[in-house]
């Protein structure tokens, strides 16, 4: 068993569900009982794994989306399943609200740490916003409810928990200058902090930190952006370390993509060791790619490589067991959005509704798509994907614009024009923000078509495989079946500096005043 990052011995059986055979992108087709890298392929950056009893549990960086600090589970380490968020709304600010002139992009939640604690049956999640200070949330369940249950003075930046096994709370975290603080019984305050560690000139920046014990010996995972892992030991949780290199510029198993880093280790139920790390592949962002290790005799944990890089594929950690697509089809049904749903910025909850339908009021009077409230993102599941949204445009007003963007600092999207009554389908590039994520452009109109007032079916297929030049492309059906191809292809940017990869979009916004709105009835996204 595996509870706060303290490993100790459990025996569970797992039904076996094997994977059929794929090709990979390196022509190699793994055996039934393999897994293939990434094991998810979708942006999930700043990964913290961890493991209770039978099933294994995911947390990643969210930046400006909301709710943020997604949760996912997984009871064999490959198939994974979206459960919730650890932070329900952004709270730190109103800049976070995107209303005022105020906005908070690329901000919010980097690299965090979420852990059980057994002793008191809760759930934790920490992470500093800003660089300034701390924020505790609990919840009596991983999947909630969470709130806010501390907010601490100190910044744990890129932070890592450990609950130990006599039950004390550590939290590893700093840049280059590595620190442990022990928090109060509770969980929820400081004790003491300490220096631990600081990264000599020949290895240079370090960050990112995860802690855990094992056999006695405390490590701190810490990693050297964006190529290398670091691990150090210490027989003390305030040191002192020692240092040993993990992994370092080993080629990656989605190729055109970075070198495998960050993230942390966790067990099997068996006793077996792995290490997720994610793997720079813009434009899609940063994806979670893993291999085994073992233990070395001086304590260090080892990378088990193929041919000198990470494996493409490697044998399944444990009996597979699959979940849910997450493709296919969302008509949202219910009252609430399933958790692979993020918006960007907190949404205006009064401009908003579910009900066998996702019904879109306008926000926010703008002519900016990064100034509009309500924006509905979620993930692209690569390499290849094409998404398809079946929206209801009948009460749309004069001036409004509603569709399906291809969202980041650069962006382009297929919408919905109702000007003075008269209804087009435009398809709209050069949407572009500044390094200081101002915008500088809100688009050019690259085409345009006539369209019916009622239901249209709006797409974008994109390829998101790492490497320059990668393009969507738009098209629009008015029948459900037939699509025509909208405007020129969309080249997307690779830089990284956004941080978060390209997400799919759903807008509604009006030019000239609030009350309109669209229904959309369905979104399905498809991938290959």
Known sequence: MLIGGIFLPLTVSLSAVVHAGVITSDGITPAADSFTNPVLWEDLADLDVFRVDDAWYYSASTMHYSPGAPILRSYDLVNWEYIGHSVPVLEWSSK????????????????STMRYRASNKKWYWLGCIESGKTYIYTAPSVT????????LNTCFYDAGLLIDDDDTMYVAYGNTRLSVAQLSPDGLNIVKTQQVYSA?????????SRMYKYKGQYYILTTRPANAEYVLKASSPFGTYTIKVLANSLSPPAAGGGNPHQGGIVDTPNGDWYYMAFEDAYPGGRIPVLAPITWGSDGFPVLTTSSGRWGVTYPMPMPAHPLPSLTGTDSFSGTTLNHQWEWNH???????SISDGLTLKTATVTNDLYAARNTLTHRIHGPVSTATIVIDTTNMADGDRAGLSLFRDQSAWIGVLNDGGAFKVGMVNSITMDASWRTTNTGRTAATADAPKGT??????????????????????????????????????TDWHYFIGYRWGIFNYATKALGGSITVHSFTQDAS
């Open 96 to 111: 976070y609200n995107l209303t005022g002139n105020e906005r908070a992009y690329v901000k919010g939640i980097w690299a």
């Open 144 to 151: 909630g409810p969470w709130s806010l249950a501390s907010t």
């Open 200 to 208: 000599p000139g020949n290895i240079g920046t370090l960050e990112g």
């Open 346 to 352: 907190n949404p205006d909850t009064t401009k908003f």
């Open 456 to 493: 249209i079916s709006l797409r974008c297929t994109v390829n998101i495989n790492p490497g320059s030049g990668r393009t969507g492309t738009f098209s629009y059906s008015t029948d459900g079946s037939n699509f025509k191809t909208l405007g020129t292809p969309f080249t997307l940017t």
